[in-house]
T-cell receptor, first 113, second 112 residues
Framework: DTEVTQTPKHLVMGMTNKKSLKCEQH?????MYWYKQKAKKPPELMFV???????INESVPSRFSPECPNSSLLNLHLHALQPEDSALYLC????????????FGSGTRLTVV | TQLLEQSPQFLSIQEGENLTVYCNSS?????LQWYRQEPGEGPVLLVT???GGEVKKLKRLTFQFGDARKDSSLHITAAQPGDTGLYLC????????????WGLGTSLAVNP
């Protein structure tokens, strides 16, 4: 299994809603990442988990809350988002670090209304 | 601050033409990676180059890593409409192997 699976594919939520994005990989990768991407721009790093511990938080607002329940799963909990948070949210994993590249999921297209 | 500069930013060509995309920096990178991304999908890793001077081929795509490990290029021969997408180069941040530095991308359109 060489995939990173993200659910849901699309999500529309109101500014008062609470929702979660899910990511799963079964490649035995020990680093997992959340990225945010706006159209025609490169991905922007949000969080990095290494060996199930949060190792990087790129000063992301607290309305985004990551969770890593085990080595295969990564969640992103969303609460009280703003319309400017609308974007493609990407999960990625890597064997260990960034030297040889990431495997990305297909993303969740989030629209905040 | 490490930066990766990609050029050109946009490219629109006819099927069958050749093209080259560049990824340049003033900093040394331990590796450089190339990704292709289609609309609404995540980036897909095409190749990682690690050794200065390295050349890798992937069908009609040829990737080079500069001798000094500061730059890379992607050459596509006889482009096809299926090559259309956003091409991104990226490299590990110095001193932090959990972060990637990204180029701004090259948006390629191959017209039939």
């Amino acid at each position: 299994d060489t995939e990173v699976t993200q659910t849901p594919k699309h999500l529309v939520m109101g500014m008062t809603n609470k929702k979660s994005l899910k990511c799963e990989q079964h490649m035995g990768h020990r680093a997992m990442y959340w990225y945010k991407q706006k159209a025609k721009k490169p991905p922007e790093l949000m969080f990095v988990y290494s060996y199930e511990k949060l190792s990087i938080n790129e000063s992301v607002p607290s309305r985004f809350s990551p969770e890593c329940p085990n080595s295969s799963l990564l969640n992103l909990h969303l609460h009280a988002l703003q319309p400017e948070d609308s974007a493609l949210y990407l999960c990625a994993s890597s064997q260990d670090g960034t030297l040889y590249g990431y495997t990305f999921g297909s993303g969740t297209r989030l629209t905040v209304v | 601050t490490q930066l990766l500069e990609q050029s050109p930013q946009f490219l629109s060509i006819q099927e069958g033409e050749n093209l080259t995309v560049y990824c340049n920096s003033s900093s040394v990178f331990s590796s450089l990676q190339w990704y292709r991304q289609e609309p609404g999908e995540g980036p897909v890793l095409l190749v990682t180059v690690v050794t200065g001077g390295e050349v890798k081929k992937l069908k009609r795509l040829t990737f080079q890593f500069g001798d000094a490990r500061k730059d890379s290029s992607l050459h596509i021969t006889a482009a096809q409409p299926g090559d259309t997408g956003l091409y991104l180069c990226a490299g590990p941040a110095a001193g932090n192997n959990r972060k990637l530095i990204w180029g701004l991308g090259t948006s390629l359109a191959v017209n039939p």
